[in-house]
Nanobody, 118 residues
């Protein structure tokens, strides 16, 4: 079955950086577009960024443009999210999922918590 394991979250200061990773298994990773989705406390899910299976097509939410970079290593079945210039309102649980520009998915990992605070 599909398994997604996110990691790399933690505490960052405003203006700081974090790199998230999502290790995937149970499906042919290179054939699937993948997305990052986040959920802040008390709020609904919010799409962050998406990347096609061959990395030729990518899209970011407006808030992520110029700050976040999605990438993948198909040889390692791993999706990444490089986050720079973090703001306190980037604080959220971050999840990866199959799909392009999605906020709903059939399968989710446990997520990784990102907290941006001084």
């Amino acid at each position: 079955q599909v398994q997604l394991v996110e990691s790399g979250g933690g505490l960052a200061q405003p203006g700081g950086s974090l790199t998230l990773a999502c290790e995937a298994s149970g499906f042919n990773f290179k054939l699937y577009p993948m997305s990052w989705v986040r959920q802040a406390p008390g709020k609904g899910s919010e799409w962050v960024a998406s990347l096609s299976g061959d990395s030729t097509l990518t899209d970011d939410a407006d808030f992520a443009e110029g700050r976040f970079t999605i990438s993948r290593d198909n040889s390692k079945n791993t999706l990444f999210l490089q986050m720079n210039s973090l703001f306190p309102n980037d604080t959220a649980m971050y999840y990866c999922a199959q799909g392009y520009r999605i906020v709903q998915a059939a399968d989710w990992g446990q997520g990784t918590q990102v907290t941006v605070s001084s």
